[in-house]
């Protein structure tokens, strides 16, 4: 199985709005709706931001929404703030019955 | 509040067998999630080795020759075994729970511990 495609990074100002796309095939995104996002900051555990392509999980800001076309999913983050600089992994179910995650993108609030 | 600790040798010798456990706290493992593990070569992304729930599991396929999960109940932990190993497995290893089956997001997460392969 191969990686899902994602940008290696983008960035944006404070209060801006920005969107990682997350790039797979008809094995895995164009398939199913279990597509997750995770944010990453180094040294410490992923944490689940979206999952089911939209879902937030509680306690997660309303700043972050997902959605997918095809074999695209997307990940928008709203308002920018400081905190938000990290990693983004996107991950997708895959007709293996298995998981593939994508590269990770590195957002940098300016 | 549930928590995973991920242990094990921190430098394994090539063609060797890494093996790492995570210990449960907070919660049984016995509740029928599904429980994984995932990699991050330095600098690189994420990468899906596999997940279990002790009567089912889930590889990738790219390891799958060479991997193997397990829960021991008795100590609430799971464990990971990969064989032959080569540089190319060095890795900040990372123990984690789905939400509920293979579909679901992985919710909770260790520490992660970084395994370096190297004679």
């Known amino acids: 199985q191969s990686a899902l495609t994602q940008p290696a990074s983008v960035s944006g100002s404070p209060g801006q709005s920005i969107t990682i796309s997350c790039t797979g095939s008809?094995?895995?995104?164009?398939?199913?709706?279990?597509v997750s996002w995770y944010q990453h900051h180094p040294g410490k555990a992923p944490k689940v931001i979206l999952y089911?392509?939209?879902t937030r999980p509680s306690g997660v800001s309303d700043r972050f929404s997902g959605s997918k076309s095809g074999n695209t999913a997307s990940l928008t983050i709203s308002g920018l703030q400081a905190e938000d600089d990290a990693y983004y992994f996107c991950?997708?179910?895959?007709?293996?019955?298995?998981?593939?995650f994508g590269g990770g993108t590195k957002l940098t609030v300016l | 509040q549930l928590q995973l600790q991920e242990s094990g040798p921190g430098l394994v010798k090539p063609s060797e067998t890494l093996s790492l456990n995570c210990t449960v706290s907070g919660d049984s493992i016995s509740n029928s999630f599904y429980w994984g593990w995932v990699r991050q070569p330095p600098g690189k992304g994420l990468e899906w080795i596999g997940s279990t729930n002790g009567g089912s599991s889930s590889y990738n396929p790219s390891l799958k020759s060479r991997v193997t999960m397990s829960l021991d109940i008795s100590k609430n932990q799971f464990s990971l075994k990969l064989t032959s190993v080569t540089v190319a497995d060095t890795s900040t290893y990372y123990c984690?729970?789905?939400?509920?089956?293979?579909?679901?997001?992985?919710?909770?997460w260790g520490q992660g511990t970084l395994v370096t392969v190297s004679s």
């Open positions: 089911d392509v939209k």
């Open positions: 991950s997708s179910y895959t007709t293996l019955m298995t998981l593939v």
């Open positions: 984690a729970r789905h939400h509920w089956r293979v579909v679901d997001p992985l919710d909770v």
């Open positions: 008809t094995t895995d995104i164009a398939t199913y709706d279990y």
